[in-house]
């Protein structure tokens, strides 16, 4: 999720740990301590998939805040002058903000290895998109209202309602998952379809258009389901996947690495001499967001290069524009090389 409503949602976790006792100092705490995770970015990496496989890893780890959450709230509890809050209210304020980061993350589609330093396939839910103001926007004015007017009863009341809203609409997101996921298995099954893995995640900005994914060996499929749509069949198609460079390109790290990463859901094509991995959990089809060169065709043979990124035109507009126009209309295309 973007850092802005990590925060946001460290603040409400922090009001709800301490806001009785100091309200303002709550909310401020929690959201500072919220945002530490994501300073992983700054961590200089040597390759860009490295870069990108390693964000979202140790220090979102809930076994790395679970241990380190006692010592930061040692320091938070001796540097409280004023002593407002308990060691034990700091620690559960640490704990929390830090750890409901991770889970909040681990609801995205992007990947959050929770479990560091065990080494699962990153935890990528996709029932909620990165930015979604439908849940970051109720947070905010809650926490607006705290801070503004923290010694009002609806302030702190107001603060109470958008934290449950919140957390009801990560509920309905996950359900509303779960359904489309049904859904997509039936379309997969009546169609004749084989597939190795499947992911369904939210689309930009709502939780009412689902994009499908899915892979076997030698194709993935791609489908959208609007929630308005009722029970109608899930369109599905069909593209090569690159089974036939997969074969040339499986033993090296780079390839095994976004194969554990995105756990399989990539594709590989040619483009000149060099071979493309690209990430088909963010983006859709024909404009995905991180794609890696991994190779290099040289003569017969296939040679493993820095695996960094492969430039690529983006279509964030033309791709947020559609989303828009599909949740009410199922014929519209997305085809940004005609706008």
């Not at 997969?188 to 992911?199: A, P, Y």
Request: proline fraction near 6%; charge should be neutral; include cysteine.
């Amino acid at each position: 999720m973007d850092t802005v409503t990590q925060a946001l949602l460290g603040g409400a976790v922090g009001y709800m740990v301490a806001g009785k006792k100091a309200p303002r100092k709550a909310v401020l705490w929690g959201a500072a301590i919220a945002v530490l995770p994501d300073l992983d970015i700054f961590i200089p990496h040597e390759t860009d998939l490295a870069s990108m496989t390693l964000h979202r890893s140790w220090t979102h780890s809930w076994f790395v805040q679970t241990a380190i959450a006692p010592l930061l709230a040692m320091l938070f509890h001796r540097f409280d002058r004023n002593k407002t809050f308990s060691y034990l209210t700091w620690f559960l304020l640490t704990w929390l903000a830090l750890t409901t980061h991770s889970a909040l993350d681990g609801l995205t589609v992007y990947g959050t290895q929770l479990f560091w330093p065990l080494m699962p396939s990153p935890v990528s839910g996709g029932s909620v998109f990165i930015i979604d103001p439908t849940y970051s926007i109720p947070l905010l004015i809650g926490i607006l209202a705290v801070l503004l007017s923290p010694d009002k009863p609806f302030s702190h009341k107001l603060m109470r309602y958008t934290f449950g809203f919140s957390c009801l609409y990560l509920t309905w997101g996950v359900f509303a998952q779960q359904w489309v996921e049904h859904e997509a298995e039936t379309a997969f099954k009546e169609q004749g379809i084989e597939i190795d893995h499947m992911q369904v995640s939210a689309t930009a900005f709502n939780t009412i258009l689902w994009r499908v994914v899915a892979v076997n060996d030698a194709h993935y499929y791609e489908g959208f389901h609007s929630l308005l749509e009722g029970n109608q069949p899930i369109i599905l198609k069909t593209y090569p996947r690159g089974a036939e460079l997969i074969d040339k390109v499986d033993h090296y790290p780079s390839y095994k690495r976004i194969n554990w990463f995105t756990r399989g859901l990539f594709k590989l094509e040619l483009q000149g001499n060099q071979v493309i991995a690209s990430d088909l959990r963010m983006g859709m089809e024909p404009s995905y967001f991180f794609r890696f060169q991994i190779a290099e065709k040289q003569q017969q043979r296939f040679m493993p290069v820095t695996p960094n990124r492969f430039p690529t035109q983006s279509h964030r507009r033309d791709g947020v524009r559609w989303v828009w126009q599909r949740i009410w209309n199922p014929a519209v295309e997305f085809n940004p090389q005609l706008n």
